[in-house]
């Protein structure tokens, strides 16, 4: 064990730049301090990070189990035994009388490595379904698919943070880090003033726009064609790296005539882009000797998420901006462990070490370090959005760790209505989530500061948690919790509690996988401020791929012809708006913890809707005036708030909170046909006075 005494270098809770804090322990909390050593963050935390030891101690926090007093009746403590009994016997009757799929398992991108892991494992030897996925399908897994698509292998971003500076031009495509991340502002601040020019694409003037040397505000849904106007403008103008492209990519020709279809003026139309600032931002991109594409939720969380992402990477292969120092595309990844979370096996279609559940050389290795047949194991499964749909109808329990779907998920009243059906619910928990409030046990789990573990954060930099403090005495761990449930349901063995000799076996189970993490022990991530993988034994990690070859079969990175299309709901005469949808710097994802934390919450204690002074003026609407949005899936209200920040036709909520002002009442779960996420960030709306 690594020592508790005085302050402890760990990571901050919440997102996925992983912020380095030391804690100290005091009065029976931990007191946040400066952690200048670490490269990423250099010590600057945001509010959240500051702030986060207040759910430690919050009196909201769950201490207890919680098991449900007969159908309808309420949430009583019981003992641990009582709960995982509970839980063991709800899953084990529906096995028995529904067969394995009946048992959905939904994950978080907020569980460390170890515990994604144990759950993935757990969900396929203990539980035998195909029926897990996680939140993080909601977070970037439309990157993840593209970057798979074209350079054979998704690490959010193929380079360190510290590259950012150093790059001539970075277009920054629907991310915010002055409000999701704010210390990772400082990496466009020093690209300027290096003399390197920052653009970026919202369609609102965030506090990160307001950076930009030039800022293109796209009607939302239209970042595809933004891209392929943008190829458009490099091919016209005669700067594709025509060596570049011969020598390390595939699939140019289909590329370029896609292009060529969507000249200037038409994607002028499609985007509300300017021409000339079309032929600006190519002119930026292209200046330098290397830049950057960096992109988020913005053109990931659409229905054609993928491909968005894919005509982005066209643009960085065309112009040899891909596979070379200081250049290339990446994606900033939102969750605590969206990196980590996606590698282990709680995504529906992967094994450990971002191995595919359909390769028979994978499934037999996995299966052998895990000391089962390979023909046991489960096929692929639903993805998240699909899973929430089938509970009550072919999944009838789950076990849910790390999520609040209820609030998070898009069509959040549906989903909520999918809950209440299921026959049994059971979930771990620090506090009791709107989701937690309906299950039928209720398992109250340490949080990151009292429990070791590692994550992976944005970078791809495995990184430790150390235990700080001493969870209150009613509380256990995730690990603990399946280990208790596999025994309940015959697993002696294989479920063991201490992170390090889980980590020890996600380290053999990933060893040759894409994502290896065979080289990377505690004790090196300890002294090296985090490893990069993929890391075999013997490895130093690797902080930058794709630098000699793509990890495609043949090494070359592969353009992929996408073409514009519409988003799934385009605005009519009865939903004439469009809605996009994001966070507040003071709120984290559903809110289930940072909504416990006094100072966030008076910082941003509630939803609200952006509009445009044209639009405010138009329905006839005051600042603060109570707001009715209505979409095809349900009906939210919010008070107003006029920026001109905002386009004319679009309309913007936070998505943080629960009850009459939930965003996710509206979303549209219309998906990607590859990466089978959401379409959060566009949907069809009304706005009138509520
Ligand atoms: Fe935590 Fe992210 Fe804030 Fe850093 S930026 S302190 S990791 S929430």
């Known amino acids: 064990m690594h020592s508790t005494q005085g302050a402890i270098p760990t990571h901050c809770p919440y997102c996925a730049l992983q912020c380095g804090m030391n804690l100290r322990p005091a009065d029976g909390t931990v007191a946040v301090e400066e952690r200048a050593g670490f490269p990423v963050n250099r ?80 969900a396929r030897i203990a539980l035998g379904t195909s029926q897990i996925d996680y939140n993080g399908r909601f ?222 050389a994978a499934r037999e290795h996995v299966a052998r370090v895990w000391g089962v047949a390979p023909e046991t194991l489960p096929g692929p499964g639903r993805s998240a959005y699909e899973l929430l749909d089938a509970l009550g109808t072919d999944v009838k329990a789950l076990l849910l760790m790390g999520s609040n779907p209820v609030v998070s998920a898009p069509r959040a009243a549906h989903v909520e209505e999918r809950v209440r059906s299921l026959d049994f619910l059971a979930v771990a928990d620090v506090v009791l989530s709107e989701t937690a409030a309906l299950a039928d046990v209720v398992l109250p789990v340490t949080q990151w500061a009292e429990e070791t573990g590692t994550t992976t954060n944005l970078e791809g930099r495995v990184l430790l948690r150390r235990r700080a403090l001493t969870p209150p005495p009613g509380v256990r761990g995730d690990l603990e919790v399946l280990h208790g449930l596999a025994a309940r349901l015959g697993l002696e063995k294989g479920f063991p509690t201490d992170p390090e000799e889980v980590f020890a076996e996600l380290r053999r189970a990933s060893e040759g996988g894409p994502a290896d993490y065979s080289g990377i022990s505690y004790d090196r991530i300890a002294a090296e401020q985090g490893v990069f993988w993929p890391c075999p034994e013997g490895s130093p990690g690797t902080p930058r791929l794709f630098l000699d070859r793509f990890a495609t079969e043949d090494g070359r990175a592969r353009f992929a012809p996408v073409t514009h299309r519409e988003a799934a709901e385009t605005p009519d005469a009865a939903y004439p708006l469009l809605l996009t949808t994001g966070r507040v710097v003071a709120q984290y994802q559903s809110g289930a913890q940072t909504r416990r934390v006094p100072e966030l919450n008076d910082a941003a204690p509630g939803p609200f809707v952006e509009l445009h002074p044209r639009l405010a003026a138009r329905l006839g609407v005051a600042d603060g005036t109570p707001l009715a949005v209505t979409s095809r899936r349900g009906r939210a209200v919010a008070p107003a708030r006029i920026t001109d920040a905002i386009r004319a036709d679009t309309v913007f909520m936070p998505f943080h909170w629960y009850g009459e002002g939930r965003a996710n009442t509206l979303t ?22 509520a």
């Not at 009746?73 to 067969?99: F, K, N, Q, S």
């Not at 499609?270 to 002119?283: F, M, S, W, Y």
Request: charged letters at 20%.
């Open 43 to 122: 010590g600057a935390l945001c509010g959240k990070g500051r702030t986060a030891p207040a759910v430690l101690s919050s009196r909201v926090r769950l201490t207890e189990p919680l098991v449900r007093t007969g159908p309808g009746g309420p949430l009583a403590p019981a003992t641990w035994d009582e709960a995982l009994d509970a839980v063991a016997a709800g899953l084990a009757r529906t096995r028995r009388a529904h067969g394995p799929d009946a048992v959905g398992v939904f994950g978080g991108g907020g569980l460390t490595n170890e515990k994604a892991y144990a759950l993935g494992k757990f």
């Open 139 to 360: 977070c970037m897994s439309s990157s993840a698919a593209a970057h798979q698509r074209a350079f054979g292998l998704d690490r959010g971003l193929p380079f360190p943070l510290e590259d950012i500076p150093r790059t001539g031009c970075v277009i920054l495509v629907g991310s915010n880090p002055a409000e999701t991340m704010p210390p990772a502002l400082r990496y466009l601040t020093e690209l300027k003033a290096n003399g390197g020019t920052l653009v970026v694409v919202d369609p609102r003037r965030t506090r990160t726009a307001e950076l930009a040397d030039l800022h293109l505000a796209p009607r939302p849904g239209t970042d595809l064609a933004l891209a392929l106007g943008l190829l458009h403008l490099v091919v016209a103008e005669g700067r594709t790296d025509a060596e570049f492209i011969a020598a390390r990519t595939t699939g140019w020709e289909d590329t370029r005539a896609a292009a060529m279809a969507h000249w200037p003026e038409l994607v002028e139309r499609i985007t509300g882009v300017p021409v000339p600032r079309l032929r600006r931002a190519v002119e930026l991109f292209c200046a330098p000797e290397a830049a950057m594409v960096l992109t988020a939720r913005g053109p990931e969380q659409q229905a054609k998420g993928t491909d968005t992402v894919g005509a982005w990477i066209n643009l960085c292969l065309a112009t040899g901006r891909a596979g070379r120092p200081l250049s290339g595309y990446g994606c900033l990844t939102g969750q605590g462990n969206g990196q980590g979370g996606r590698e282990h096996g709680q995504k529906a279609d992967q094994l450990p070490g971002y191995r595919r559940l359909t390769d028979p």
């Open 668 to 689: 549209n779960p219309a998906l990607d046909p590859v990466s089978r996420m959401p379409e959060f960030k566009v949907c069809a709306v009304r706005v009138e006075p």
